[in-house]
């Protein structure tokens, strides 16, 4: 089956940077669009970044400029870099990927990290 695994979440204080990463394996033929999501405590769950299979990134208004998505294809991997973060960048970040295994095409969802950002 396949999974997505996130990494690199903690507690930053404002005006830092972290460095999310997420890796998808099992039996994965071909990954298609890669995303971070974010949810904060009693907020809905909302997208971060989006990247395509050919490496065009789409950013959320309030991230553009803090934050760079990019994927490794050949280690099926994606990234989030996250500089100049602020308290409002506190949430559990998640991976998502579109993915086509030996069976079916369909979305995945990583169990998630948490990002704490003091003031």
């Known amino acids: 089956q396949v999974q997505l695994e996130e990494s690199g979440g903690g507690l930053v204080q404002s005006g830092g940077s972290l460095t999310l990463s997420c890796t998808a394996s099992?039996?994965?033929?071909?990954?298609?669009?890669m995303a971070w999501y974010r949810q904060a405590p009693g907020k809905q769950r909302e997208v971060v970044a989006t990247?395509?299979?050919?490496?065009?990134?789409t950013y959320e208004d309030s991230v553009k400029g803090r934050f760079t998505i990019s994927r490794d294809n050949f280690r099926k991997m994606v990234f989030l870099q996250m500089d100049s973060l602020e308290p409002e960048d506190t949430a559990v970040y998640y991976c998502?990927?579109?993915?086509?295994?030996?069976?079916?095409?369909?979305?995945?969802w990583g169990q998630g990290t948490q990002v704490t950002v003091s003031s």
């Open positions: 099992g039996n994965i033929i071909h990954i298609y669009d």
């Open positions: 990247i395509t299979q050919y490496a065009h990134p």
């Open positions: 998502n990927a579109e993915i086509a295994g030996l069976v079916s095409r369909a979305d995945y």
